[in-house]
């Protein structure tokens, strides 16, 4: 029988953000999947509210952390996974193909000196690989599209997709991103769903269509049901859907700051002489102007 772990998310109202803690409950240890790390844009405060709260939850429970996971380096808030590891010391992972983004990125930047060996992280996970959150088995999918690094865990019956399915109402993941493919993502979300129609997909951000309550639980046979980015669609007509829809979407307000943090693990920039911490903000380095 497959296992069903427990599996608790906490959603962030300001970048519309679902983490996990996914728990074993025979032996009490647990993962922390896509963490975020508070970052108010218009006054460059940075705040752990999202990541402490995960920790609370991980107190109560009294769970050990085996895993600090993240399925890519995103594109829309900062990862609190290095702040997660210093706290707990648990590992740190995310697809290994996270070396292209970050040669990609650092150019964009203009990092000669930045590793792109995915040293920054402890584990780097190809499709395929297999690891384990107490008793329960976890592996891993490799799912490009969204970016070119994108992994799904699937740890028993759950699996988290992230930016590929969003809840049915809710369709796709964008795939304009450097990078990004709609051709790969459909692929990516093809062998999602070739798992067992039970399973249980927990998705990566929940933007609550017409304002519903944040949602981000399905199945694998309620999303070939009624996702209308998927139903009755074949890889032809979900290219043209996802290419044409992205067309019409502006940047994420934080690219340009998130992957300059999430490119190395979730570290903030070193601070400077004085201490303080910058950010470096490429100009004319990215399509996709708001007014174009
Ligand atoms: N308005 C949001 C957009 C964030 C965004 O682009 N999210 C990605 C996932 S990282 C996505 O797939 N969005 C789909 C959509 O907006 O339809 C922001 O500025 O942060
Ligand atoms: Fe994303």
New binding site residues.
């Given amino acids: 029988m497959t296992a069903k772990p427990d599996v608790k998310g906490f959603f962030d109202a300001q970048t519309f953000s679902i983490q996990y803690v996914v728990s074993d409950p025979a032996t009490g240890t647990c993962a922390i999947i896509d963490p975020v790390l508070d970052y108010d844009e218009k006054s460059g405060a940075t705040a752990t509210r999202n990541a402490d709260a995960i920790l609370d939850y991980i107190g109560e429970k009294r769970l050990s952390v085996e895993w600090i996971l993240d399925t ?1 380096p ?3 808030h900062f990862s609190a996974a290095r702040y997660l590891k210093d706290k707990t010391g648990a590992p740190t992972a995310i697809g290994a193909r996270v070396v292209e983004v970050q040669k990609l990125w650092k150019d964009i930047y203009n990092w000669p000196d930045l590793p792109t060996d995915g040293s920054q992280w402890d584990r780097l996970f190809e499709a395929g690989d297999t690891f384990s959150v107490g008793d329960l088995n976890g592996r891993v999918l490799f799912s490009p599209g ?2 070119l690094a994108s992994i799904t865990y699937v740890i028993g019956d759950a699996a988290f997709v ?2 590929t399915l969003f809840m049915p109402d809710s369709g796709t ?1 964008r795939a304009d991103f450097p990078g990004g493919s709609a051709k790969r993502l459909w692929a990516s979300i093809e062998e999602i769903l070739s798992l067992p129609d039970e399973t249980r997909l927990f998705t ?2 929940d933007y609550q269509p017409d304002g519903r309550e944040p949602l981000w639980a399905s199945t694998v046979a309620e999303q070939k049901r009624s996702n209308p980015h998927i139903a009755g669609k074949d890889e032809a007509a979900f290219v043209a859907l996802r290419d044409a829809r992205d067309k019409t979407l502006p940047m994420p307000k934080l690219i340009l700051h998130a992957l300059q943090v999430n490119i190395r693990g979730g570290r903030l920039p070193e601070p400077e002489a004085n201490g303080k911490r910058y950010l470096k903000i490429p100009l004319d380095a990215l399509a996709g102007a708001a007014w174009e």
């Fill in positions: 890519h995103h594109a829309d969204h970016t992230h930016d993941a990566g951000h």
